[in-house]
């Protein structure tokens, strides 16, 4: 069984809601501002948020909260599939505050105990347009209702935030964007660089610069997704010192530049 390793930062896009029914896979410790909702159509998954692991089996619902360190494991070699929704706090204006100073003790409601109208809701928001902004407001709102009713909350603060894995993704979400190294973070953790680079190694399965250059290209992506702005302007946004460190390291995983990514994707656009 494969490991797909993907990086993952704030979906900073233009649309406030991205929807995918996909197979499950393992995807390592990531972070970002959208509320994320999972609902399990085939098999199982194993969702870690913090330094707790939840086992989810098919019918079984989880959310996480924004700004949440999670991650995702696969252990049954059958078919594991799921419904993954992540979505802009703007949807609901009304639950902020709980979003975020909170978020479930539990993230998981099994099969059983799942209020039919969440999975009605997660099933039907695959069918929406995009374009149909009330009806997504509309459903999302609904789920987070009985989300605050049936789940218990707590603070923020006591959920994983003494875990070295929990602290490093935090470190590299919040400094991404200036000039930082393995040492300086290896520092401000207090901890050992080597004890952090064999971290890296042995949690995200690469080096400490390709991680955080996954990170920077994934807010590029968005940048030049949501964005007029130049390329230049969104390489030095992104962290990278240069820009042919940018077009290198953005041509190595899209085997385009960033120049030919941003036209390709308004050919797309005007096609349609």
């Known amino acids: 069984m494969g490991v797909d390793i993907v990086f993952l930062t704030y979906e900073n896009r233009n649309s406030d809601m991205i929807i ?40 079984d619902f989880a959310v996480v909260f924004p700004n949440m360190i999670h991650h995702y494991q696969v252990f049954d070699t059958g078919e594991n599939k799921a419904l993954y929704i992540m979505a802009s706090p703007k949807l609901i204006p009304n639950y902020m505050d709980e979003l975020q100073k909170s ?37 999302v709102q609904m789920i987070f209702a009985h989300v605050l009713s049936e789940m218990h909350m707590v603070e923020k603060e006591t959920v994983g935030s003494e875990d070295l894995v929990y602290k490093s993704v935090e470190y590299v979400a919040k400094n991404f964007r ?63 010192e240069s820009q042919r460190t940018f077009n290198r390291v953005f041509k190595e995983r899209y085997r385009i530049t960033p120049r030919e990514y941003r036209l390709n994707m308004h050919t797309i656009e005007t096609s349609n």
């Open 20 to 59: 995918k029914k996909k197979k499950s896979i393992h995807f390592p410790p990531h972070i970002h501002e959208a509320i994320e909702m999972v609902y399990i159509t085939k098999g199982t998954l194993e969702l870690g948020v913090g330094q707790e692991l939840y086992h989810m089996e098919k019918g």
């Open 178 to 240: 200036e000039k930082i190294s393995l040492e300086q973070m290896a520092y401000d953790l207090g901890i050992s660089k080597y004890v952090l680079s064999r971290l890296f190694a042995k949690t995200f399965h690469c080096n400490f610069t390709s991680y955080v250059n996954g990170i920077r290209l994934n807010y590029a992506i968005s940048m030049l997704d949501g964005t007029n702005k130049p390329i230049t302007t969104i390489c030095y946004d992104s962290g990278f």
């Open 103 to 139: 978020c479930p003790e539990i993230p998981v409601i099994c099969k059983d105990e799942l209020h039919p109208d969440i999975a009605k809701a997660m099933k039907s928001l695959v069918d929406v347009e995009k374009s149909n902004t009330r009806l997504i407001q509309a459903y």
